[in-house]
């Protein structure tokens, strides 16, 4: 292969998304207009390893239809979509759902933490899934726990944390399984100010050791975090500006991967 630049890990190719029918469609993603025809051209993007995207727009404007997309919970209704050179558009739902649980971290707004289950257990979850081993599970989840700063609060369930704790729990389920990429839709829309800057600080640090980060907001606080904005506007990318240089990730990393574990 020719060059040193890994491949995109997201190519998405004249994607368009719409829901229902006839006279009732709503165009949720359509990308530019063909110039003859009015035809959606749809959406076409590509995200680099080790970038971190935020993708901005106001409410209406796609941006979660493309997040369902990219995290692969929902599908195109046109185009292509590779995550990491896998086409996605070929997969059956249990498929899917493995690439999800092997691919991708998912953070959201209001966490998604799991009620009466400790720290610990909520960041094992994923691992369990992938069919991690017991022991192997407790050290990997200790570890992420470590890396966003609560392994002192392991044990505690999420009405036992605050919310910036109970979204740095949701940070290390996301990490813990050394995802392709972390997708993070308002991560920090539920957070006081102090809490976010703690929160953006750990996603920070995980771009900044190659992790390839999307990241949905609202803000411009927060997308100035990113190295790279997106504007959406009625289901098109109105603009897309780079802010900082993408840095590949160190070799070191892919090592540190689920492959070898059975899934
Ligand atoms: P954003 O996240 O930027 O607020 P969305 O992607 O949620 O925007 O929505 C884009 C457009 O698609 C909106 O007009 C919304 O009403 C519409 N839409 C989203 N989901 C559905 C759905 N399941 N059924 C019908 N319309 C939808
Ligand atoms: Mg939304």
Redesign the pocket.
């Known amino acids: 292969m020719p060059g040193l630049q890994p491949p995109p890990v997201i190519q998405i190719r004249q994607v368009t ?1 719409a ?2 029918h006839g006279d009732a469609t ?4 359509r990308g530019p207009a063909d110039p003859a025809t009015g035809a959606p051209l749809g959406v076409t993007l590509d995200i680099e390893q080790g970038d971190f995207v935020a993708v901005m ?12 997309i990219l995290g692969c919970l929902d599908v195109p209704s046109s185009g292509r979509y590779l995550l990491d050179g896998i086409d996605v558009g070929h997969l059956d739902e249990s498929q899917l759902s493995l690439v999800r649980n092997r691919k991708i971290g998912f953070i959201f707004q209001s966490f998604n933490l799991v009620p009466r289950t400790t720290a610990l257990a909520q960041v094992e979850l994923p691992l369990a899934y992938a069919g991690v081993r017991a022991a192997e599970r407790r050290q990997r989840a200790l570890a992420a726990l470590e890396l966003v700063g609560l392994a002192d609060r392991a044990g505690h369930k999420p009405n036992e944390l605050s919310g910036g704790q109970q979204q740095r729990v949701a940070v290390a389920r996301a990490l813990v399984t050394a995802p392709a990429m972390l997708l993070a ?1 308002e991560p920090t829309g539920n957070l006081d100010s102090r809490s976010t800057e703690e929160v953006l600080s750990i996603i920070d640090r995980l771009n900044a050791t190659g992790r390839t980060v999307v990241l ?1 907001t609202h803000e411009d606080e927060v997308a100035h975090h990113a190295k790279r904005v997106i504007r ?1 506007v009625d ?1 098109a990318v109105i603009q897309d500006v780079r802010q900082a240089p993408v840095q590949g990730p160190p070799p070191a990393l892919r090592a540190y991967d689920l492959d070898g574990v059975r899934a």
């Open positions: 998304k829901y229902g709503v165009h949720a993603l727009g106001s409410s209406g404007s796609g941006k979660s239809t493309l997040m369902n839709d949905i959406l289901g």
